[in-house]
């Protein structure tokens, strides 16, 4: 038994050189959500100095239908949304996931790794297959293994995230700890989520208590990336929330789910803490603060959306960006799919294989 791989923090991850690992589905438009708990902070990342690799997780997208036209559309419009906020694939390594055999090869192993008792507590299945568990796809059930090879096929430390994804890194630190454990090996790292900065959570304008996600079925529960100033001004203005101005203090927003959304989201946007935001705008009413947002949004999001559309004119561009990082990406993974299964007791013969 290895001890080391079962210690929680950083030891666990001490002898890994640092790399940053982090994915998006693009099984439809990027929202605000994705912006501000992904996107914005993989550029911070980026320009932090650390190796960042990040994916646009096609085949993650695929566990639910995807029309295989939109599929291709909506992977190239994320990457230019990638680009457009700020990724550079110069110092970024940015693909998609099917282009690197090595994900749906790890995901394999994993499935072998992973107990079905595991899978079974991921919330976020229980939501997405609802009272149809029955008629969900196996993928969509053994998905978190997938997320656990894109991580671990890069031996990545550390992976930036929403909230919402909290869970599953935990599955992923499982994974690799049972893997070092059954193999007696210090193979793969045990990860370190990376859940910080005011908008780790951006919530539903409709909802107050409901994720902002990209599969709502009400486009006015969120902004999208390629959402136009009018359309952004309109939902900020309709977004609901209760009567009342907001409190003097970060603690008066408990039990006020909008108002903290709303909050959260200024802060995000402006890079400022909640704190501050408050101090600006507490005691004011919405009709102060919600086109003060919409105005801050706008600001940030217009030159965004405006990029995305240059540079979805020329997708041949964009498919040599993702080709190229794929490369990249693959000369990382193979080696290291290679070495796994080398532990696991593969018979490797092919001269061609690295
Ligand atoms: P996905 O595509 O649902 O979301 C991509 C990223 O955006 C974050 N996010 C949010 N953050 C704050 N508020 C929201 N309302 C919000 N909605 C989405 C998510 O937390 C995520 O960071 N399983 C992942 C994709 C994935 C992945 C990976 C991530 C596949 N392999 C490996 C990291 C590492 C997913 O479905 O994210």
Same mark, same amino acid.
């Given at each position: 038994m290895n001890e080391s791989a079962t210690?929680?923090?950083?030891?666990?991850?001490?002898?890994?050189?640092?790399?940053?690992?982090?994915?998006?589905?693009?099984?439809g438009g990027l929202t605000l959500g994705?912006?501000?708990?992904?996107?914005?902070?993989?550029?911070?990342?980026?320009?932090?100095?650390?190796?960042?690799?990040?994916?646009?997780?096609?085949?993650?997208?695929?566990?639910?239908?995807? @029309? /295989?036209?939109?599929?291709?559309?909506?992977?190239?419009?994320?990457? !230019?949304?990638? =680009? &457009?906020?700020?990724?550079?694939? +110069?110092?970024?390594?940015?693909?998609?996931?099917?282009?690197?055999?090595?994900?749906?090869?790890?995901?394999?192993?994993?499935?072998?790794?992973?107990?079905?008792?595991?899978l079974r507590r991921m919330t976020q299945f229980k939501d997405k297959a609802g009272k149809n568990a029955e008629e969900a796809s196996v993928g969509l059930f053994a998905y978190p293994n997938l997320m656990a090879a894109d991580i671990l096929a890069y031996h990545a430390t550390h992976v930036p995230v929403?909230?919402?994804?909290?869970?599953?890194?935990?599955?992923?630190?499982?994974?690799?700890?049972?893997?070092?454990?059954?193999?007696?090996?210090?193979?793969?790292?045990?990860?370190?989520?990376?859940?910080?900065?005011?908008?780790?959570?951006?919530?539903?304008?409709?909802?107050?208590?409901?994720?902002?996600?990209?599969? @709502? /079925?009400?486009?006015?529960?969120?902004?999208?990336?390629?959402?136009? !100033?009018?359309? =952004? &001004?309109?939902?900020?203005?309709? +977004?609901?929330?209760?009567?009342e101005p907001l409190p003097e203090t970060v603690e008066g927003l408990d039990g006020r789910p909008e108002a903290r959304n709303l909050v959260n989201i200024y802060a995000a946007l402006a890079d400022r803490t909640p704190a501050a935001v408050i101090a600006e705008f507490g005691g004011k009413g919405f009709g102060v603060f919600k086109p003060a947002l919409?105005?801050?949004?706008?600001?940030?999001?217009?030159?965004?959306?405006?990029?995305?559309t240059r540079l979805m004119a020329d997708v041949a561009e964009i498919d040599r960006i993702l080709g190229a990082g794929a490369e990249r990406a693959d000369a990382i993974a193979r080696p290291i799919l290679a070495d796994c299964l080398d532990i696991v007791g593969m018979v490797r013969s092919r001269p061609a294989h690295g």
């Open positions: 210690a929680s923090t950083a030891p666990a991850t001490a002898r890994f050189r640092q790399r940053i690992f982090s994915g998006i589905q693009p099984s994705n912006y501000l708990g992904a996107l914005k902070r993989f550029v911070e990342k980026q320009d932090e100095g650390i190796e960042t690799v990040y994916c646009l997780v096609d085949l993650h997208a695929i566990t639910v239908w995807q @029309d /295989p036209e939109k599929l291709r559309h909506a992977t190239r419009e994320a990457a !230019a949304g990638f =680009i &457009a906020s700020g990724i550079d694939p +110069a110092r970024s390594i940015l693909f998609n996931q099917s282009q690197v055999a090595a994900h749906a090869e790890l995901a394999w192993i994993f499935n072998c790794v992973a107990r079905m008792g595991w929403g909230e919402d994804q909290k869970q599953h890194l935990e599955l992923t630190r499982d994974i690799a700890i049972k893997f070092n454990n059954d193999f007696g090996v210090d193979f793969f790292p045990v990860v370190e989520p990376v859940i910080e900065g005011a908008a780790t959570r951006v919530m539903s304008l409709r909802d107050g208590t409901r994720k902002m996600s990209k599969s @709502d /079925p009400s486009d006015m529960s969120r902004i999208n990336l390629t959402d136009d !100033a009018d359309a =952004i &001004a309109q939902k900020f203005r309709k +977004a609901r929330t209760d009567p919409a105005d801050l949004a706008v600001e940030k999001l217009r030159p965004i959306s405006a990029e995305m």
